[in-house]
């Protein structure tokens, strides 16, 4: 590919020419955002709708939290300012007047930065290193398309998502009926969120600059939200000065239906002008297809491991397994954390309580055993995306020459399946784990973090059901493997949402989860966990059959 | 097929031993029939062209012999067993190099050499850093760094550098420059030296006419002929261009020329193999001055096939091929018009 890229920019010489006669650099914009906003007529409006979700799925949260009357104000205060709280929602100034609309800022505008940061920065990738990578950006500068035309149309793309989602939020705020929502704080609000869109199309426009490859692009760039995040955390908790460094601790200062402050969205928006300015500069010194930082070799021969199935199936999966670890740890150390405040955090909303008390156990456990069933379905996410591989495998055309050597069809997918199990078992206990230690740290109960831990670990049958069923659908549906995602989901609705909904004990039955004991606020019972592990290895044992006898699809 | 049209194999002209033997073989995809009673017989030791256009089958016939997909009916044979319930144990035997190779990503080309080759069962180290080095190819980059011509490079190298006694090879060039397919062909002719089979189905013609003993040609699932390229042209036209003192009386109405196109004393027509000799001796009476005579190219072999005029008899022979597949395309078009 390098030598046919690298042809390119004499070829697409006569258009796009920096100072060329027959056309300015941004030639073509018109056309090439068109044609972006025609391929994400779908994805754009599914991405706006969620972060829309993230912020309106909080009305009902943020009322309840928010002091009825002046003297409830410490409760809000006890509730939403312990450490914990403050590292998962916002800086604790909002809760100097905590209004129903302040305290949804406080809960959702950092979480909303984070989508609108991924939106932004999946759109610029997509439409710029991404089709470099296909060769559709070479087919396309090869028309009448000016040098910095691609750049523009795609952070037009970002922008006028960004746009969009501001106004509906400061339209759609202060219509919904919640306390303290004004006009002037909503439009806040949606530009606070524009704003942070801009900031990381920017940071996107630079990192497709420097590697040749979408995916490397993409982690930079969501790296720098992912650390955005972490600062405006650090320093919501600790020092102040950390979560100036980061542009959604700047939004989140601008206090949205507190302080209604504008000013801190301007170094905010000069960061994406910077940012964005630098992207062009630097897409001056490269050539189409290629990135300024080299790519990245490795070794001429492959160690003794790797040329075993199991070996490749590890190395395959390894960089997803240390992300979802990394995650769970997160997770578990997040959930962990509150179970000192369990307490107080519920004191005012009575159906959850009686819905969380139903197992049995205090209020701390079945809030437990809760949050680690969100664990276990986070850790069979990652059970099905390893599962699912395989077919992914086979339809870009891998598996063929591998099942071409000596290696028999069941080993190979065999190989698959134990890294998704085994993997998925390894994230689970780290998440488990994590949440066992901080849960014991912040309850001042050590006997808590081992039960934690076990609890965590009770689901592993499940885990196994989950990917069996993965299993069983690839070796004789293979077409159908995406139904896989049905049993995280399912089992997800039902067990999490079930109980808060009241849904009736069948339907919990028909998914694995439902089957696990809700350790620690139940008894441990044994024989579901045998029963599921045994389902689990006959719905793998009919896996590697139907796969042993069927055709593979060819790419 | 027209049965005046194919020739089956000679037993007796293959050396002994049958590397794959495959008739009658069927393949349905849902409703499209991929396979139609393909027959492929290849003999121990020798290399074998597969030819056809994209589609006629070549690509599933060699998946079925991997065992990657299951006939419908028919028998196949491979090395003596059989490619489904064999397949393991046959993989150990033999090498696979796809049409468009798929590498993964994060790993880097030669980790993708030694994964393939280990997984077959093993790679003979300093055959491995030959052929690096005549394909020049830079094993240290990943896998999504290669163009289409390295990906091809990765499995040639892991399957040539392996003992396999059989190799499978999917229109292995391409995406290889020129200079890589020389290499390719001399590589080819050595481990034909070393007595393995291959089976090399390609549609770079000069390639097959260069390196295969014998070849099958394959049209819409089913082998329309199949010998050695001197049996084949044997029953085939003979381009003449003839220079003549006389007028060109006659030559019309000789049995078995086609095309004849007149231009002063010059005369240029195609000529069927056993009607060349009468054709000659009419010459020669006419006075003739210069004789210029073309064996049918492999190109027009196929043409014969693959013209909208498929009865076999009576279909013009297209001028000869320099100008290469234009050229013939519009003879092909000529006799569809007739």
């Known amino acids: 590919m390098s030598t046919a890229t690298r042809a390119a920019p004499a070829r697409t010489g006569t258009g796009a020419g920096q100072e060329g006669p027959g056309g300015g650099a941004l030639t073509g914009t018109g056309v090439l955002l068109r044609f972006a906003l025609r391929r994400d007529r779908v994805r754009l409006p599914v991405w706006l709708a969620a972060v829309l979700l993230v912020t309106f799925s909080s009305l009902q949260q943020a009322t309840d939290l928010a002091p009825d009357d002046p003297a409830e104000a410490a409760d809000t205060a006890a509730t939403l300012g312990g450490p914990a709280m403050l590292a998962m929602t916002g800086p604790e100034h909002y809760l100097a007047d905590p209004t129903p609309a302040a305290v949804l800022s406080m809960l959702t505008l950092g979480y909303a930065a984070v989508l609108v940061g991924l939106m932004s920065v999946l759109t610029v990738v997509r439409h710029t290193r991404a089709d470099e990578e296909t060769g559709i950006a070479e087919l396309l500068r090869s028309g009448v398309v000016g040098r910095h035309a691609t750049l523009t149309a795609a952070l037009a793309t970002a922008a006028a998502a960004d746009a969009v989602l501001g106004l509906l939020l400061a339209v759609l705020l202060p219509s919904v009926g919640l306390g303290g929502a004004t006009v002037g704080g909503a439009l806040l609000y949606g530009a606070a969120l524009t704003t942070v869109g801009l900031v990381f199309a920017g940071v996107a426009a630079v990192a497709v600059q420097l590697s040749s490859h979408g995916r490397t692009a993409s982690g930079m760039a969501l790296a720098a939200v992912g650390a955005a995040y972490a600062l405006r955390a650090a320093g919501d908790v600790g020092p102040d000065a950390l979560a100036w460094c980061s542009p959604i601790g700047w939004i989140q200062r601008g206090y949205p239906f507190a302080d209604n402050r504008w000013w801190p969205l301007l170094p905010a928006l000069a960061l994406a002008a910077g940012t964005a300015a630098a992207g062009y500069l630097l897409s001056t010194r490269r050539d189409v297809g290629a990135g300024l930082l080299p790519p990245r070799t490795g070794r001429a021969t492959a160690s003794a491991a790797l040329t075993h199935p199991l070996g490749l199936a590890l190395r395959l999966h390894r960089g997803l397994c240390a992300g979802f670890g990394a995650a769970l740890l997160v997770l578990g150390a997040m959930y962990g954390s509150l179970l000192g405040g369990v307490e107080d955090m519920l004191a005012d909303l009575d159906e959850v309580r009686a819905a969380l008390t139903e197992a049995g156990g205090t209020l701390v456990e079945s809030f437990a055993s809760t949050v680690l069933l969100i664990v276990a379905v986070v850790a069979s996410l990652f059970v099905v995306l390893v599962a699912l591989r395989p077919r992914a495998e086979e339809t870009a055309g891998r598996a063929e020459p591998l099942l071409a050597t000596g290696l028999s069809r069941s080993r190979w997918l065999a190989s698959h399946l134990v890294a998704a199990l085994g993997g998925g078992t390894l994230v689970l206990l780290l998440g488990s784990l994590s949440m066992a230690v901080t849960g014991a740290a912040a309850t001042h109960d050590g006997d808590l973090g081992v039960r934690l831990l076990g609890a965590g670990l009770a689901y592993a049958p499940a885990l196994w059901v989950t990917g069996g069923a993965a299993a069983l659908v690839y070796g004789w549906a293979p077409r159908a493997a995406p139904l896989a995602w049905a049993v995280p989901a399912y089992g997800f609705a039902v067990g999490y949402l079930g109980k808060l909904l009241g849904l009736p004990d069948v339907l919990g039955d028909l998914s694995p989860f439902g089957h696990v004991p809700q350790l620690p606020a139940a008894e441990l019972r044994w024989t579901p966990l045998v029963l599921l592990t045994l389902v689990a290895a006959a719905l793998v044992a009919a896996g590697l059959a139907g796969f042993r006898r069927r055709d593979l699809d060819p790419k | ?338």
């Not at chain 2, 002209?13 to 396979?35: C, D, E, M, Q």
């Not at chain 2, 997909?69 to 150990?92: C, K, M, N, Q, Y």
């Not at chain 2, 292995?172 to 089979?197: C, H, N, W, Y």
């Not at chain 2, 006075?287 to 049918?296: A, Q, Y």
């Open chain 2, 1 to 338: 097929m027209n049965a005046s049209t194919t020739v089956t194999a000679r037993p007796s002209a293959a050396p002994p031993g049958t590397a794959i033997s495959v008739s009658a073989l069927v393949k349905n995809f849902g409703t499209a029939r991929a396979l139609d009673g393909l027959d492929l017989e290849v003999a121990t030791g020798e290399v074998h062209g597969f030819l056809g256009p994209n589609g006629a089958g070549k690509s599933t016939t060699l998946r079925v012999l991997l065992g990657l997909l299951r006939a419908d009916s028919g028998t196949a044979r491979l090395l003596g067993a059989d490619p489904w319930h064999d397949a393991v144990a046959l993989h150990r035997r033999l090498a696979y190099v796809p049409g468009d190779v798929e590498l993964w990503p994060n790993l880097t080309g030669g980790e993708a050499v030694d994964l393939l080759a280990r997984l077959r069962g093993g790679i003979d180290p300093a055959k491995r850093a030959e052929l690096v080095e005549r394909f020049d190819l830079d094993p240290t980059k990943k896998g999504r760094s290669y163009s289409k011509g390295n990906r091809q490079k990765v499995a040639l190298v892991a399957a040539l550098a392996s003992d396999a006694e059989l190799l499978l090879l999917d229109e292995p060039t391409s995406g290889l420059d020129p200079l890589m397919e020389v290499v390719f062909q001399d590589v080819i002719l050595e481990a034909k030296a070393e007595g393995r089979t291959v089976l090399l189905s390609s549609h770079i013609l000069s390639q097959v006419e260069k390196l295969c003993d014998r070849v099958s040609i394959v049209r819409l699932g089913r082998t329309v002929q199949s010998g050695s390229l001197d049996e084949m042209r044997h029953l085939t036209r003979t381009t003449i261009e003839a220079e003549t003192d006389g007028p060109l009386d006659g030559l019309r109405e000789l049995p078995g020329v086609h095309n004849l196109r007149t231009d002063g004393g010059r005369a240029h027509f195609a000529v069927d193999g056993g009607h060349l000799d009468a054709v000659v001796r009419h010459l020669g009476g006419l006075g003739l001055r210069s004789l210029v005579s073309h064996p049918p190219t492999l190109e027009e072999l196929m043409l014969r096939h693959y013209g909208d005029d498929l009865t076999g008899r009576g279909h013009p022979v297209p001028p000869p091929a320099a100008a290469g597949s234009d050229a013939g395309s519009d003879g092909v078009r000529e006799g569809g018009q007739r």
